[in-house]
């Protein structure tokens, strides 16, 4: 797979065609993610379909229409999630201010999330 990682808007239709796929069985048609991710035009998804096919994180299994596929499920995943990067600054900024019950809390809640992300990780 190339090095690139996928812009914001690649990740967001990478996700959005994961989803699909795992819901009907089959990928959305081009019109249909233009639809749901509010793009004026086909032509700006196929140009993102384009790209990421080009970094290896999409594929299609022929050129018939719904062929495009997910190629493996940590292409949709950022490397270290902004969401934990801000929680743990949450948590050293209440222990800072002495308010512990609060940084215990968040700390359960960052407990769940990396356990949560690494069982996803190794899940097939």
Do not use: C
């Amino acid at each position: 797979m190339a090095s690139d990682r996928p812009s914001k808007k690649q990740q967001e239709l990478l996700s959005f065609i994961d989803g699909f796929i795992k819901g009907n069985g089959y990928g959305p048609s081009y019109r249909e993610v233009m639809r749901a991710l509010g793009y004026k035009s086909v032509s700006t998804v196929s140009a993102h379909v384009d790209a990421l096919i080009a970094k290896g994180y999409l594929r299609k299994g022929d050129y018939s229409a719904r062929s495009i596929e997910v190629v493996g499920a940590d292409a949709m995943r950022p490397a270290a999630p902004s969401y934990i990067d801000w929680l743990k600054a949450e948590i050293a900024k209440r222990r800072d201010d002495g308010r512990q019950d609060e940084a215990d809390t968040l700390t359960a809640a960052l407990e769940l999330l990396e356990h949560e992300t690494n069982s996803d990780r190794t899940t097939p």
